[in-house]
């Protein structure tokens, strides 16, 4: 008998139809013998309305009282669950964040989990009952409710999984697991098998958005085998594990990122520091800088050009300008640019990735302004307009 | 500084809006030096939705999930207040039902309260701060959430305040109190200052829907002071406490209940244990009889009537049925009757007061078929379609 974690998206649980599906998944897994336990959000937009709600009321409300309103919305959503597995005739119990034993620290809205106390769950489970669990919730010590903040639910689910020694993880999602490219914008993608934690932490980071990057870390962290799957079309989908099977293949996939700005700084002095105090300063206030470039400016000065995320981009800009404009320091940022990078653990061991890259964007009539690599991706930075394009022609390079 | 406890129910807070009446009366309250507990419902029609949701996937749905789901209700409506207390710059801080220390018994639905262990609550208080529970919900031994059934908020606003050792306890609805009669109905009503317990009981019992009898019950075994008033309309209520101070006045109200029936049993076997037979199988099925006549039938048989109420009349005919048609007894059950009753325990040391009632009665031309009384009520079964007519008759006789 397996021990399985299956974890379901708001968009999942949206209405009763697909609570209806959803139950149907579980209790055909249950059905072959195994046992499960199930981590399911808050439906639909039920998060979003509950903010809207408190919004009319007090937009400054405290984090503290933003938990006890939000964690409602998987209460909402575990109950119903249990109610459809209860009409299919299966054993089931709901669990909230803090019956299923998650402890967190008091970081109301992020809050991390500290512990996950089984006793519980493994009670419960040692009925043969089905399990179902609010995500994205927790208890701190003072034993008021917290919430994990984004990608909360993937999170609640790996800890789960880690905390059981679960069999397997199954993140159910939209897509039928991970692609070598966005298959809606790149013909001829392939869906891979397996991919490596490394990898998957690529691809999130890289704004493949199919996993949260802090669930990615924890199954890496605890050795929890992920399998990213689709809960409306039953296939198998892409299993996410230490060391992936495919080794033949260079890379694993390409992806782009178009929510990113490039910050330059022009003509600042060239004296050892410069750019520890830029990026301590940036990095004090959250800032996470990417693909960075420095060359020499005119008349002994330096210049320095580095990536964030475009939400960050006026913030650093401010930063920057505060720092250099007493010296003459120029900060531009630009927000018409995009990142398309290759990743897989592959290229390592293989020459001649790069300009393999290199020679499909040359090809295709697209101008490289900044790369950026490390052991497992590549990554080049070009025009926003022309992503979409120069990801075909490197998928296509690399994939046929 | 006293400790006032202030309960809301659901229309109370049903928006915005209203969240933030409600926010200023507390504040109000708080700003005059006292420590506020607030007992809150959920907002509005977020019940009845909920359970609209519950029915959609599981008509049949376990009353465990029920009260997961149910309970989610408060928690979104403590928090909003608590956010609009926030808003308006006081300390506050909302708790569950659980984390307010409301232990019950395991019945989900129609839980009871065991005890409510005040430590959190207390600290909090220590703290100054406003303190929002949400009504209607507690923990089982098995660490599950239950929800009190039927006025169960009113329940739980009384809970605390005996174990606190309120100095009040202020039940806050859409009238401004308890009145003579039904103020939209009757002319030259007047407000009460203050009622007994028991008065309070009967009246609750009688169809005024002011108070729900079981906080009444709680309230009078706890000697908790209770204020029913307006949340709408700033002045006081009406006072229930053990003494009341009008001891002048012989009743305190008319009241009517339309929603009754009588069932009548005619022409079964005068042997002893017939009553106790029949009584005690509708006791059984949680059928609850009021004004019950025996009269001598034809040929050494008896007939029995009694009141129920109308929803419970079908079943109570089959149950009746059941134990009589073998021997010749015919059931027959009436909605089309209504009971009119006066309450006051004035009327103890005071005779008249029945042929007081009937004359007006008479006078109005209304005819009586079934009469009962108690210490503290004098109750007739009249034509349904008079009820109002009586009630003003009644009321006219004793309030001019």
Redesign the interface.
Known sequence: MALIVQKFGGSSVAN?ER??NVARIITDTYKEGNNVVVVVSAQGDTTDD?IE??N???P???K???D??L???E??S???L???I??LGYPV??L?GW?AGFETNSAYGSARISTVKTE?LQKELDQRKIVIVAGFQGLNKY???TTLGRGGSDTSAVAIAAALHADRCQIFTDVTGVFTADPRKVENTQKLNDITYDEMLEFATLGAQVLNNRSVEMAKKYNVELEVLSSMVREPGTIVREVAKMEKMLIRGVTKDTDIARISVVGIKDIPGNAFKMFSKLAAKGINIDVILQSVGRDGTKDISFTCASSHADEAVEILNDIYSMEGGVVTSDTTVAKVSIVGAGMQSHSGTASKMFGALYEAGINISMISTSEITISVLIDKELADKAVSAVHKAFFG
């Open positions: 009763a609570v209806m509950l709600k408190a009319e009321i007090n400054k409300a405290s503290r009282e933003m006890m309103l964690t409602a919305g209460q909402i575990i109950s119903l249990a109610m459809a209860e009409s119990i709901s909230l019956q519980r034993e008021d409710l």
